[in-house]
């Protein structure tokens, strides 16, 4: 059983940073080196999107709205997915929730396509 934990959430003013750590129970590792790990997240009254994601062979994919503001990466022999967040904004205020496959073609950011998931880390960006 793959169990996903979140932390890094939590409340910051317009401008600044935080980074979201995930933690996996165990490795990732999916068939043919296809895995893929993710960040996604839901604010009130919104519908859950895809933040970043990066596959096992590196590649990675942003939402337009955090490019150039956040950095996906992972850390295989820790086991975690990290989300640096610099230049946050109010409307990045949301639940982030962390996702795994063992399945991906690509980076996609289809949540459908993640079997795992974390139970969330809410961040809030005051103006």
């Known amino acids: 059983q793959v169990r996903l934990v979140e932390s890094g959430g939590g409340s910051v003013q317009a401008g600044g940073s935080l980074r979201l750590s995930c933690t996996a129970s165990?490795?990732?590792?999916?068939?043919?080196?296809?895995?893929?790990m993710g960040w996604f997240r839901q604010a009130p009254g919104k519908e859950r999107e895809g933040v970043a994601v990066i596959h096992s062979d590196g590649s990675t994919s942003y939402a337009d709205s955090v490019k150039g503001r956040f950095t996906v990466s992972k850390d295989n022999a820790k086991k975690t997915l990290y989300l640096q967040m610099n230049s946050l904004k109010p409307e990045d205020s949301a639940m982030y929730y962390c996702a795994a496959t063992r399945f991906c073609v690509r980076a996609t950011m289809a949540w459908g396509q993640y079997n795992y998931r974390g139970q969330g880390t809410q961040v809030t960006v005051s103006s």
């Open positions: 165990v490795y990732i590792y999916g068939t043919y080196n296809r895995d893929c």
